[in-house]
């Protein structure tokens, strides 16, 4: 089945660092893949997606490329803020006509971001 | 942008009561919505397909009599978590995806059950 491997957190870094947040993933066929990002006590919020490979997702100065050759979408930002300090899911879907919804999600564990001033 | 809204953000029951969740999609019709629950530390767990004019579909595992989907219109799905448990303790969060197949959640609901 399809399953989808976060790295573990937490990640602290200080302001302004480099981040990466490594995601790969286990599925038939060609899924989209998806970064959804929750602040304290509010829902997920769709951050990126990319539907194919070799496409780049990209919001907010955050940005993922959808790797096939490596199952990977790894999320990174080239200058962290404060203000960015949440849990990152990476997530995927099912693939077209593989049965089922692909609507429902699949998501990683999530990573937990916090960015010192 | 399209909106998933939920209701309420926060409630607290006594243990064997039953409370009611709504989740909203606010500017497009959603013929299929999701219910996912997330205990704390763990990922979302897909609960269970909520289909507008017919019965839900449960993921393997969960109990249909106890987690009751009603999804009446294009527009509300509603989850009612009947004779509630402090198990049943969870964050709670729905998602529909729009007709750019774009998948939105909803802020999600702090149920305590105590």
């Known amino acids: 089945g399809n399953s989808v491997t976060q790295m573990e957190g937490p990640v602290t870094l200080s302001e302004e660092a480099f981040l990466t947040i490594n995601c790969t993933y286990t599925?038939?066929?060609?899924?989209?893949l998806f970064w959804y990002v929750q602040y304290p006590g509010e829902g997920l919020q769709l951050l990126l997606k990319?539907?194919?490979?070799?496409d780049k997702g990209s919001n907010k100065g955050f940005e993922a490329t959808y790797r096939k050759e490596t199952t990977s979408f790894h999320l990174e930002k080239g200058s962290v803020q404060v203000s960015d300090s949440a849990v990152y899911f990476c997530?995927?879907?099912?693939?077209?006509?593989?049965?089922?919804?692909?609507?429902?999600?699949?998501f990683g564990k999530g990573t937990l971001l916090t960015v010192n001033p | 942008g399209a909106v998933v809204s939920q209701h309420p953000s926060w409630v607290i029951c006594k243990s064997g009561t039953s409370v009611k969740i709504e989740c909203r999609s606010l500017?497009?019709?959603?013929?299929?919505m999701f219910w996912y629950r997330q205990f704390p530390k763990q990922s979302l767990m897909l609960m269970a397909t909520?289909?507008?004019?017919?019965?839900?579909?449960?993921e393997q595992g969960v109990e249909k009599d106890k987690f009751l989907i009603n999804h009446a219109s294009l527009t509300l799905s509603t989850l009612t978590v009947t004779s509630a448990h402090p198990e049943d303790s969870s964050f709670y969060i729905c998602?529909?995806?729009?007709?750019?197949?774009?998948?939105?959640f909803g802020e999600g609901s702090w149920l305590t059950v105590v």
């Open positions: 998602s529909a995806p729009d007709r750019g197949n774009t998948i939105y």
């Open positions: 599925a038939t066929g060609y899924p989209s």
């Open positions: 990319a539907t194919k490979a070799d």
């Open positions: 997530a995927l879907n099912r693939p077209p006509n593989s049965g089922g919804s692909n609507y429902k999600l699949t």
């Open positions: 500017d497009f019709q959603a013929t299929t």
């Open positions: 909520s289909n507008e004019g017919s019965k839900a579909t449960y």
